[in-house]
Structure formats: C-alpha cells, structure tokens
C-alpha cells in the first residue's frame, strides 16, 4: 500500500472518531504498515494524545481485508492489558474505523472480541447448578433464588439468570453493575472444567464457543495478553492462526506472562481437591491424598517467606506424596462410572481440575528446573502458599511470539534510559540492528509525543532530602509534601511505593492541611477517581493501580507526587533471582531489573500529569537519589523531557503561579 493511500485512510478513520491527525500517528501507521508488508518487527513508542490505536487500527484492518474470512492469511490479533482499552478498541474505535474504511478498502472488516472460557457465563452451570463440597455449608444457591434471595448472592444469581435470556455475549464485562467474584464463579467454568461442547446438553448455546465461532470469521481479533500468553505457553492453539500480531500497553507483556506461567500451592486449594477428590474416588486413593495433603499444610504452617534454592527434604517427601496420590486419584476419576450423566460429568471435571491443578505444580517443582524459582510466600490473610515461576520469559517469547508473525509492540513506554533494547531484551530479542537466524530483525521507532512537555511541566527532585530508608516515617518528606499540596491549592495525585505510606501520608495532610484527601481503599476506584477528578481541591493517594491507571486531564491534577522511587522490594525473591542471573552472566544486574522496574513505573506514573494540550503541572519526586545517585540519569531519560529543576522555592513559585491560574479560569 503507497503512503498516500494510507495516509487517505487514517485521515478518514480519524474524522469518523472525532478526532485530530497527529504527526506522530502518520509515522506510526507508515512504520505499522511497513513492518506488516516486510515481515518485521516494530517497537513503537507513542506518546500520550498521539492516537496510537488507530495508528495500528487502520493498517492492521488494509491487511486484515487482503486475506479472506477464515484464513489466517491477513488476520491480525490485537492483545491489551487491560479492560479499559479492550472496550474502547471494540465499543468505540474499532465499530467506527471499520464503517469509515469500508467504501475506500471496498469491503467490511469483520471483526471479534475473545477472552478465556471462565469470562463467559456456562449455561451448564447456570441451570443444572454447581458441584457443591458438603464441608464448605453452602445453601442451594439456586434453590434459595427460587424462593425469594435474600442474601446479596442469592441476589446476583437472580440477576444472572435474568441477565442470561437477555445478553449476545454471556460475557461478564457485559453485565453492569457487575456482580462479585464469589457469584460469578457459581455460573463459569475453566478449560479444564468445561464439559466441551459435543458432551454438554447446552453445547450449542455455549457462549464461549460462540465467541471462539466469531473469532474464526474475523479478520481482526481483539484479546488479552493473559489468553496470548496460555495461547504460547499450553501448546494447544487457543487463538486462531494469524498473520499479523499487535502488542498494546506492551509494557505489560512480560508480567502477564508471568502471572500465566507461575504455579501455585495453597492448603487451601489442595484441600479443595481434596472434597471434590472423596466424591468419587475410590477410598483408598481419596485417603492417600488426605494424609498427603494434612502433611503438606503442617509444613505451610511453619514455612517463613523466601526462595528455596533447594527444597527441604520434608518439603520434598510432602510434594512426592501429593505428586502420587494425585496421580492415582486422577486414574480412579478418569475410570468413573456413568460418564454420561450430565451432572456426574460436571462434579468428575471439577474434581478432575482441582486434582491435575495441584499434581501439575507438585510435579514442577519436584523436577527442579534450573529455569524455575520456587518460594515460599506469606499473606497476613490468605496464609503461606508455595509458588513456581519462570526465571525469564524472554525464551519462550522469543520462541512462540516473535518466529512465525510479524509482531508490532506499542505502548507510551518502551524506551528505557534512552532506548528500547532494555526491553527488547525482556522479549527475548537481541539488541537493535543485530541479526538472528531464527527470528526476524526488529526497529524501534518513538513518534513522539504532541505535547510540548518542557513547557507544560517540570519535573522536581527534592535534592535536599535525606534519602529514604527502608523503614520508619520521613518527617522531613511529609514536610515537604505538606508545602508542596498547599502551593498548588490541592490538585495533587500522590503515587506511593506502598499502601502504609499512602495511608501515613493521608493521615498526616489531613490533620496539617484543609482540603479533601482522598485515599485509596476507602471506596473504589472508579469512584475516587471521579470524585478527585470532579473537585479541583482534592488530593488521591495511592499506590500501583494510581501509577497506571488514571487519566484525569485538566486542573484537578496539577502536581503528581512520588514519596520514593518505587524500586521492587528487596525481598521479592523473583526479582532477585532475574537480578542474580543477569549478574552470573555478566551483566549489570541492578540496572537490567531493579532499575529497569522503577524506570517503567516513574515513566507511567509522570504520564499522569500532562493529558490534554492545555494541561500544567509539576511531577515532584522526593527521593534525592534521583539527583544524587548514579542510575538517576538513567530514571529521568524515561521519563517525559519536561523542564527539571531541584530548587523547592522555584517550584512552589511555579506551583502557586499554576494554581491562581486555574482558579482564575474557573470564575
């Protein structure tokens, strides 16, 4: 496709959104198309208000319409992180982007949402009910609906039942207000739950099929990277084949694959398998498993958090003896009798999945995989759990992603310190400009930003500070927080590395200053966040979910604060052992992981503060490391270029010059 041509289609699909054309998102598109036409591979970084998805969108759809429905010749997969941006491409960019480009591309491109099975409402469960544990107490949900709920479960499974006559997708995301999880789980099923579709006497009304069904059809699907990832990592195609594969908020991807790739033990959760285990196994081998499982929870009663570099010989022998007893349960329950009886289906698949979940992550581990790290892990409500997981994802990435599909990966931030190999080397792929046998070469490419950001913020390090410890209250941060809100007159999101200093610091501004502070945790999220965005006089504190996931343009969030900045804790023993590894191999452990991790999240977090062209501001981070430290250059180059200062009377000139100005356009 010429230049011309796609530049006619983007300025059409901009005008059918509502839109402005950005420079940045005619270079993205150029560069979108030319990585999917040579088969290459692009990282692209696109600033805040470049309109990175219909940079994408527009060539992804001229490709997708070359292929046909159905072939994976031209179909293109688009995974998101999150919720938001899965609704937005599917509600809003997607439906009108397709109408715009339908006369000039000559036809209409299909296209299809897909999620894993558990998102989607199972008739099965819905009517026939769920395989209950006669251990847990639990009422007959369903019959206690039938005469009048009066809990708020029994509430929201009315509603459910309700919901199903009415809804296309049975998709959760679809039923607003939504409902718990507790509720949620009486009406789905996992993969490994799942009846299938021929054995399931409401196999042809199946939701989840239907959307697989749809996805088949499309030339664009849009999924999550959780389902990539189990669609790379479990073998079994759960994706349809592609062509083209496009990565959004891609400074994601290595985590949710992660979280995917990671396997866990509870007494909880083998305790489960347990229940549904004595239902139908024979005596002997539901009693093997008892006796295994009571001897691996007295061993998590004692387990204190860290790696295990080596298991423990009692460790060990417990995990050998769930290892075999669940084999054996999963041959007597696989042996069943009167496989035919829906409901006796339903209770064996559930018991099935609990068992082979828990001999699946036994048997992981036992086999000591020098790639794994195993730990113990110790929650002040849940208990101690046993976990597994990768020490890279950069192998298989490279392997399931990057060998057979040209990949675009695009989010606001991708270039760490200055460039993009950093992360590149999280996704398995060697430094820019250097070729590899087996996997095509990539470009990196940053369009920019159409925000001028040294003239619409500073970015202030508080020098003078004493540099933060690892425990106790900084008075002397507190003090200079408390000046700092009351020059800009509120309107300051605070973002903390954890939830005690977000509630130290809401405590104290409360008692020092008057003006509201919101605080994460004391209503949801949403809500807060309305509330902050709709009084120009508040603060909102908080921590992880504040660094990514709030955009709030205009003078309601005029100073963005960070107490520290927010390295990964120093006993998180995944990290440490990537950050061992790197350092094994010779390279800058710190910097490649602890580094890296800060870097990303004071990138995200900064991008909180301009949203909008008119937006003002200053993001003050009170940590002196930033300034003093060796790695601080490497921190500031991943973050916005704003106008950089450490002088605190300069800054709270600047902030009360900002703040008489909104209050002046707001008369």
């Known amino acids: 496709m010429s230049e011309t041509a796609l530049t006619e289609l983007l300025h059409s699909a901009v005008t059918a959104v509502g839109g402005t054309e950005r420079p940045g998102q005619v270079a993205m598109a150029e560069a979108v198309a030319e990585a999917i036409d040579e088969g290459r591979h692009l990282l692209v970084q696109a600033g805040t208000g470049t309109g990175k998805s219909l940079g994408y969108l527009v060539p992804a759809l001229a490709h997708g319409l070359e292929g046909t429905a159905g072939q994976s010749d031209g179909r293109v997969v688009i995974a998101t992180a999150t919720l938001a941006l899965q609704r937005q491409l599917v509600e809003r960019d997607l439906p009108r982007t397709v109408a715009a480009l339908q006369e000039p591309l000559g036809s209409r491109a299909e296209f299809a949402m897909l999620k894993g099975r558990s998102n989607y409402l199972c008739l099965h469960r819905l009517h026939e009910g769920t395989p209950q544990e006669e251990e847990t107490g639990l009422f007959d949900v369903f019959e206690s609906v039938d005469s009048g709920p009066t809990s708020k479960l029994g509430k929201d499974l009315l509603r459910l039942r309700d919901w199903a006559d009415e809804t296309d997708t049975g998709d959760r995301d679809d039923l607003t207000p939504g409902i718990s999880d507790r509720a949620w789980s009486q009406v789905s099923v996992s993969s490994r739950e799942c009846l299938g579709a021929s054995r399931c006497a409401y196999g042809a009304e199946c939701f989840a099929e239907a959307a697989r069904e749809r996805a088949k059809l499309a030339q664009v699907i849009v999924t999550n990277h959780a389902l990539l990832a189990i669609d790379a990592i479990e073998g079994a195609p759960v994706l349809p084949p592609h062509e083209v594969l496009v990565v959004d908020e891609a400074h994601e991807l290595v985590s949710r694959v992660t979280g995917v790739a990671t396997g866990e033990l509870t007494p909880g959760a083998v305790n489960r398998a347990v229940r549904r285990a004595a239902k139908l196994a024979d005596e002997k081998a539901a009693d093997s498993l008892m006796t295994a499982a009571e001897t691996f929870e007295r061993l998590m009663e004692l387990a204190l958090p860290g790696r295990l570099e080596e298991l423990p010989d009692d460790l060990g022998y417990a995990l050998m003896a769930l290892r075999d007893s669940c084999r054996t349960v999963i041959t007597a329950l696989g042996n069943t009798k009167d496989r035919s009886v829906q ?124 540099p933060p410890g690892r425990e106790g209250q900084r008075e002397d941060m507190l003090g200079e927080l408390t000046e700092l809100v009351e020059a800009a007159g509120g309107r300051t999101l605070g973002l903390f590395s954890s939830m005690r200093g977000a509630q130290s610091a809401a405590e104290e501004l409360r008692g020092r200053l008057d003006v509201p502070v919101l605080l994460q945790g004391e209503e949801t999220l949403g809500e807060l966040i309305r509330q902050f965005r709709d009084d120009p006089g508040a603060c909102l504190f908080g921590t992880l979910s504040l660094w990514q996931g709030v955009d709030v343009p205009g003078p309601s969030c005029q100073l963005v604060v960070m107490d520290r900045i927010p390295f990964p804790r120093p006993d998180d023993p995944l990290r440490n052992a990537r950050q061992k590894a790197v350092e094994q191999a010779g390279g800058n452990g710190f910097m490649a992981v602890a580094a890296s991790h800060a870097a990303l999240l004071m990138a995200q977090g900064a991008g909180r503060l ?36 450490s002088d605190p009377a300069q800054v709270r000139r600047s902030l009360a010059a900002i703040d008489a100005a909104a209050r002046a356009e707001s008369r």
């Open 610 to 645: 301009v949203r909008a062209t008119g937006d003002r501001g200053v993001v003050a981070v009170l940590d002196s490391r930033l300034a003093r430290a060796r790695y601080g250059s490497f921190l500031r180059a991943s973050m916005p270029d704003f106008w950089y200062t």
């Open 343 to 466: 409901e006796e289906d339903a209770v064996r698949r559930q018991a099935l999945a609990s068992v082979e979940n828990v001999h699946q992550v036994a048997e992981r581990i036992l086999e000591g995989d020098e790639f794994d790290v195993v730990w113990y892990e110790r929650h002040d409500r849940f208990g101690a759990s046993l976990r597994v997981a990768p020490l890279s994802v950069s192998g298989l990435l490279r392997e399931k992603l990057f060998t057979e599909r040209a990949v675009v990966l695009t989010s606001a931030t991708l270039k760490l310190g200055g460039d993009f190999n950093g992360v590149a080397a999280s996704l398995g792929l060697a430094p820019e400009g250097q070729r590899e046998e087996d996997v095509p070469p990539w470009r990196g490419l940053d369009v920019g930003s159409p925000f001028d950001y040294r003239k619409q913020g500073i970015l202030y390090v508080a020098a003078h500070l004493a």
